[in-house]
């Protein structure tokens, strides 16, 4: 299994609290991604990191942040949770474009 | 934009029992079609990459094909084990790694 950690795996947290998830590798991988997945929809891309301090939006990226200031370590932040924001989130690593991608355990979050 | 369909949105099937998934994508400029395995309270397990229309890719019960509108996972005589959400994903030539997820078709093989 490549070697990627989410925590933490499960969290509650109230409305208009900040909310931090991280993600951690160990394969050296270059791009790190952060994805949410919701029923009815697709895993859909929040934000993506093509290295040390170099981030991107995706295609949900409103009211969400993201560092990176190691190549192991991609963090999330949510602001002010709110409850749109409940979801099952995923971080996935890849060594380059057109290759799979290896995802995490994911972290459920609930806001209430 | 993008899109991504796969069919049936659920797949009920007897062990040994064969069939097949779809994915219909529309893509401006497709560079690559994933498929991958997702398993209740985990992240999605790659399966295969296709890249250009004809290719195909096997592995164990599974076989992947596609076309220039649609991909295809083969499932031959499946095992209970079997049993998993199968998520199609489309990388298009975007200004980045935009990858496009269908929803997935949710499979269960009966004993």
């Known amino acids: 299994d490549a070697g990627i950690t989410q925590s933490p795996r499960h969290k509650v947290t109230e409305t208009g609290t900040p909310v931090t998830l991280r993600c951690h590798q160990t394969?050296?991988?270059?791009?790190m991604y952060w994805y949410r997945q919701d029923p009815g929809h697709g895993l859909r891309l929040i934000h993506y990191?093509?290295?040390?301090?170099?981030?991107d939006k995706g295609e949900v990226s409103d009211g969400y942040s993201v560092s990176r200031s190691k190549t192991e370590d991609f963090l999330l932040t949510l602001e002010s949770a709110t409850s749109s924001q409940t979801s099952v989130y995923f971080c996935?690593?890849?060594?380059?474009?057109?290759?799979?991608?290896?995802f995490g355990q994911g972290t459920r979050l609930t806001v209430v | 934009e993008d899109q991504v369909t796969q069919s049936p949105e659920a797949l009920r099937l007897q062990e040994g029992e064969s069939s097949s998934l779809n994915c219909s994508y529309t893509?401006?400029?497709?560079?690559?079609l994933f498929w991958y395995r997702q398993d209740p309270g985990k992240g999605p397990e790659f399966l295969f990459t296709?890249?250009?229309a004809g290719e195909e890719k096997e592995k164990e019960r599974l076989k992947a094909t596609l076309t220039k509108k649609e991909s295809f996972l083969h499932i031959t005589a499946p095992k209970p084990e079997d049993s998993a959400t199968y998520l199609c994903?489309?990388?298009?030539?975007?200004?980045?790694?935009?990858?496009?997820f269908g929803t997935g078709t949710k499979l269960q093989v009966i004993p």
């Open positions: 996935a690593i890849n060594g380059g474009v057109g290759t799979e991608a290896f």
């Open positions: 394969e050296n991988h270059r791009y």
């Open positions: 990191s093509y290295g040390v301090k170099d981030t």
């Open positions: 893509v401006s400029g497709l560079r690559g």
């Open positions: 296709l890249y250009s």
């Open positions: 994903a489309v990388l298009s030539s975007g200004g980045y790694q935009k990858v496009t």
